[in-house]
């Protein structure tokens, strides 16, 4: 079973992207459970959500949760919430920040000896597609830290999930996954 | 058709909700009278995306209250349509009224009741209260555990609701956010498929039947009132079972997918075993598995059906355990909890003496843990090599403060 936890403000795109992963790795025979927490349901507030995966149909539906990987898309959440709370040992972090490893766990001693990585998701978003919506870019960044599929074929997946979307938008998805890749460290 | 049809993958990765709302476009409900509350809202959107996007014939009637929501359904019930609406919690507390006039009726109608607790205090998270409200309606009540169930209940519930020998409304129970808003695998019939399941909707004592005139809704006084009510209850005793199995082995025929008025999952040689609905179903389901690694022979038993309640098959599932604990996720007011009562009294006149606790959890969404499941299990163990129950008969399980128990 892998699991996964976000932490997200409401509005940027926690839910959709929890959702979107779970559909790509649902064409590939696995099965999934997406879900989240709204709590008081506001525009910003904090809020988080989840993504369990596994080979055999899920069964649990218990909200507690010892997540393999932490996705933080906003960077304030790192000082206002605690994203390592039931956190194993192996976890790993993957935190939207403007500053280095070394930078960030200065500024939050609690993710010292953590296995940290950091990418840029708010200013990839706000630079490609035109709007701080950091949920893609951080699917791209995870991609290349768990090296689940390999990167063309997550994009070709996303495009059909985002289909919806103008054409635009699309490309400007696509560019923001790949940047995050790139990026991520 | 004058609407259109949509391709769907075998497996499509839906919420409860959109697997509801996805089943009443497929079942090509001709009215959704509704009006939104947390956590169905979806459901009753997504029919009126797909109504607009013409992808199903209907009407969307949009009112000012839950009440008005199932009296428009009564309304378009009796005038000779495939009717269906969601809501839920403080919705369907206001809507109470109006499921009695529709069961009296017999106007088959289909209700998503995506469960939420009651206020106050003031909630959206999910707990079996409103479920547990409306138990006395003499609607027909069937629980969906996950989004697939969400998915294919719906189609028996139309099926069962609107055989002319039952004409029953027939509600789908969803736990509020646990499934309602959890995004799982859910294998999909094709329009065709699922169309031809349902039927094309035969209406019966239709108003729009000119040819035929007939009255809705009327007053019989002491007269006729009783024997109105014991019509209803000899039909959902003695009929609707029945055709509740019809329907669920045409389903398994048409899906391989099989359901049960109730579910008994590692049973057959069971010491120890949960009752319970909704998601908790399948996390006990999972917790027993590891129990029976670490050596207690532990069950769970789903109520699938919880009216009309399956008495005798609980009776059945039960009758070889030597401990069992009955959950109920709504507070009993003074009270043992709904399935520690149905379960006592499935029980009584049986040779069956097992130990039977009752535990009240889960409420306004509180989460229930394997943790939990584990420590009830082996509470239960404790029970049955003891040969009497070691705690009282009714406890709390994830109340913060002190230890609860009565009984």
Redesign the interface.
């Known amino acids: 079973m892998l699991e996964i936890r976000w932490h997200s403000r409401a509005g940027q795109g926690a839910v959709t992207g929890a959702k979107g992963l779970a559909d790509v790795i649902s064409t590939t025979g696995k099965h999934v459970q997406a879900f989240a927490f709204y709590g008081s349901a506001k525009r910003g507030a904090a809020m988080t959500a989840y993504n369990r995966v596994d080979d055999e149909i899920i069964m649990n539906h218990e909200k507690y949760m010892q997540p393999d990987y932490v996705f933080v898309i906003d960077p304030a959440l790192v000082y206002t919430s605690d994203v390592t709370v039931n956190g194993k040992e192996d976890t790993k972090y993957i935190i939207t920040t403007h500053m280095n490893r070394e930078e960030l766990i200065q500024s939050q001693p609690k993710l010292e000896g953590k296995e940290i990585y950091t990418v840029d998701c708010i200013t990839i978003a706000n630079e490609t597609i035109g709007r701080p919506i950091p949920n893609t870019p951080m699917l791209g960044a995870f991609m290349k830290i768990s090296q689940m599929y390999d990167i063309e074929f997550f994009k070709e997946s996303m495009k059909r999930i985002l289909k919806k979307l103008p054409q635009k938008i699309i490309d400007a998805n696509m560019i923001a996954i790949q940047r995050a890749y790139d990026e991520v460290k | 058709m004058a609407f259109d049809k949509m391709e769907l993958n075998d497996?499509e990765?839906w919420?409860g909700n959109y697997a509801a709302a996805q089943a009443l476009r497929q079942a090509q409900v001709d009215v959704v009278s509704a009006y939104p509350i947390?956590p169905s809202t979806p459901i009753v959107e997504g029919y009126a995306k797909f109504k607009s996007d013409n992808f199903v014939e209907g009407e969307f009637v949009m009112v000012e209250s839950e009440h008005a929501a199932m009296s428009g359904c009564i309304g378009a019930a009796a005038a000779g349509g495939r009717v269906a609406t969601a809501t839920s919690s403080q919705g369907l507390a206001l809507m109470a009224e109006t499921l009695y006039q529709a069961s009296g009726m017999r106007l088959p109608i289909v209700l998503n009741l995506v469960n939420r607790a009651l206020a106050a205090p003031l909630n959206?998270n999910g707990d079996h209260s409103d479920m547990y409200m409306v138990r006395d309606s003499g609607w027909i009540q069937f629980d969906a555990y996950?989004p697939q169930e969400a998915y294919d209940l719906n189609f028996i519930a139309f099926k069962v609701s609107e055989d002319h020998d039952v004409r029953i409304p027939a509600i789908v129970n969803q736990?509020g956010?646990?499934t309602s808003?959890?995004?799982?695998?859910v294998h999909t019939m094709d329009d065709d498929t699922a169309f031809g399941f349902v039927g094309v909707y035969k209406p019966m004592n239709d108003m729009l039947d000119f040819e035929h005139p007939v009255t809705h809704g009327v007053q019989t006084e002491e007269d006729w009132h009783f024997e109105h009510k014991a019509r209803q209850h000899n039909d959902m005793m003695s009929i609707v079972p029945g055709k509740i199995d019809e329907a669920f082995a045409e389903f398994e025929k048409l899906t391989g997918r099989k359901y049960n008025h109730v579910e008994s999952y590692d049973m057959d040689d069971a010491d120890v075993a949960v009752v319970c609905m909704g998601?908790?179903v399948?996390?006990a389901?999972?917790v027993a598995k590891e129990m029976r690694e670490k050596g207690v022979k532990a069950g769970v038993v789903g109520i699938r059906v919880v009216r009309p309640f399956p008495f005798m098959a609980v009776a059945e599932a039960l009758k070889d355990v030597k401990a069992v604990a009955a959950l109920d996720r709504s507070a009993p007011g003074g009270a043992a909890g709904m399935l520690f009562n149905e379960i006592a009294g499935a029980l009584f006149n049986t040779d069956t003496k097992l130990l039977l606790s009752g535990y009240i959890y889960g409420l306004g969404g509180r989460?229930?843990?394997?943790?939990h499941l584990v420590e009830l299990y082996n509470e239960l163990q404790a029970n049955a090599d003891a040969g009497k129950l070691l705690t009282q008969q009714q406890q709390f399980i994830g109340v913060r403060g002190p230890k609860l128990a009565y009984l």
């Open positions: 497996i990765v919420d947390t959206v996950c736990d956010f646990m808003h959890t995004a799982q695998g998601t908790s399948e996390t389901r999972e989460d229930l843990t394997k943790a």
